[in-house]
């Protein structure tokens, strides 16, 4: 199973920027494709983005295209989310999946979980 670590949450507020960042154990971190989920209070986790291990096939969710960029940094075994123009909404606990799936926007579909870094966007 993969140990994933995010960091990089905070308190920002709307219209500012954070980096999130996700650290995967060595061994595994190339055999899987990485995503971001969150989930804010009262409500269910949802998707954010995914990323293949190349960087070759990336997917967003339609509520943070044009404002979130996920990248990897395989030198580094991270994924890193890019987070600009951050609205109240974006507000939630961010975590950092893995999937040996190509590209899935579907929660089930990821087999190892961080433990989650907090976002909170103030207007």
């Known amino acids: 199973q993969v140990q994933l670590v995010e960091s990089g949450g905070g308190l920002v507020q709307a219209g500012g920027s954070l980096r999130l960042s996700c650290a995967a154990s060595?061994?595994?971190?190339?055999?899987?494709?990485m995503g971001w989920f969150r989930q804010a209070p009262g409500k269910e986790r949802e998707f954010v983005a995914v990323i293949t291990w190349s960087g070759g096939s990336k997917n967003y969710a339609d509520s943070v295209k044009g404002r979130f960029t996920i990248s990897t940094d395989s030198a580094k075994n991270t994924v890193l989310l890019q987070m600009n123009s951050l609205k109240p909404e974006d507000t939630a606990v961010y975590y950092c999946?893995?999937?040996?799936?190509?590209?899935?926007?579907?929660?089930?579909?990821?087999?190892?979980w961080g433990q989650g870094t907090q976002v909170t966007v103030s207007s």
């Open positions: 060595e061994r595994s971190f190339n055999s899987y494709s």
């Open positions: 999946a893995a999937s040996r799936k190509s590209v899935s926007s579907h929660a089930t579909d990821f087999h190892s």
